[in-house]
C-alpha cells in the first residue's frame, strides 16, 4: 500500500489509483509517499526539477536526505522533469547537480537515499507501482528502525491503515496471534473492543 502526503497534488494519487494500487492519503511527519507492507516501509520524497535545484542551492536537499537516512535504511529521491533545460535555464553548474545527486547516494552514514530521475509524473507513478510490488513481494529487504521495546508483530498490525498501537495489542490479546487475526471473519474480528464495522473490513480486506 502506499500512503500518500495530503499535501501532494490530487492528480498524482489518482493516477495511482488508477494502475490498481491501495492509496491512502494522510498527513506524513517524512517524505511525501510512504511505500509499507507488512514490517518493510520505503519512504519517497518528490521534487519537480526545479525545485530539486533550489534545494541545491538554499541547502534544504541535504537536510531532508539527512532526515530520511537517519529514520529508514533506504529512502527515494524521485526528480521529476527534463534536468538539462533546468540547468540551462537557472545557470547553474551542471557537475554541482550531478554532485549533490552522487553525495545523496553515498554520504549518509546511516541510511541510503537513492536519487531516481523521471522525464514526467506518468513515470513516476509507474515507478511507484514497481516499487510496491518489490516490497510486497519482499524483493527487498528493507527493515524499518524499529524502537527496541517495539514489538513486531504490533509494527506490522499498525501497517493496517486506521489501526494504531492499543488497536493492535487489543487485537493480538483477543485471538493471541497474527494468523488467528488474518484467518479471523469479519464478524469475529468485530468482537475486539474498539473494532467497528469499517474497521473489521479494512482488516479483513489488508490480509486478503
Do not use: W
Request: glycine share 6%.
Amino acid at each position: 500500500m502506499i500512503f500518500v502526503d495530503s499535501r501532494e497534488p490530487e492528480r498524482i494519487v489518482e493516477k495511482l489509483k488508477s494502475l490498481g494500487l491501495d492509496v491512502y492519503v494522510k498527513r506524513l511527519e517524512v517524505g511525501d509517499y510512504l511505500i509499507k507492507h507488512s514490517i518493510y516501509e520505503v519512504p519517497v520524497e518528490r521534487k519537480d526539477v526545479n525545485d530539486f535545484i533550489s534545494s541545491i542551492i538554499d541547502g534544504r536537499l541535504f537536510r531532508q536526505c539527512h532526515l530520511l537516512s537517519s529514520r529508514y535504511p533506504l529512502s527515494i529521491l524521485a526528480v521529476i522533469g527534463d534536468i538539462d533545460e533546468a540547468v540551462e535555464e537557472r545557470g547553474i553548474s551542471r557537475s554541482a547537480v550531478i554532485g549533490a545527486m552522487v553525495s545523496m547516494a553515498i554520504k549518509n552514514a546511516q541510511g541510503q537515499v537513492v536519487p531516481l530521475v523521471f522525464k514526467n509524473e506518468d513515470d513516476f507513478c509507474l515507478a511507484l507501482k514497481s516499487i510496491d510490488s518489490r516490497v510486497s513481494q519482499g524483493d527487498l529487504k528493507i527493515l524499518p528502525r524499529l524502537k527496541s521495546h517495539e514489538n513486531p508483530k504490533i509494527a506490522m498490525l499498525t501497517a493496517i491503515p486506521g489501526i494504531g498501537e492499543k488497536k493492535a495489542e487489543k487485537l493480538l490479546d483477543y485471538f493471541g496471534s497474527i494468523q488467528r487475526i488474518a484467518n479471523a471473519s469479519i464478524a469475529e474480528l468485530k468482537r475486539v473492543d474498539g473494532i467497528g464495522e469499517k474497521k473489521a473490513r479494512e482488516i479483513y480486506r489488508f490480509f486478503r
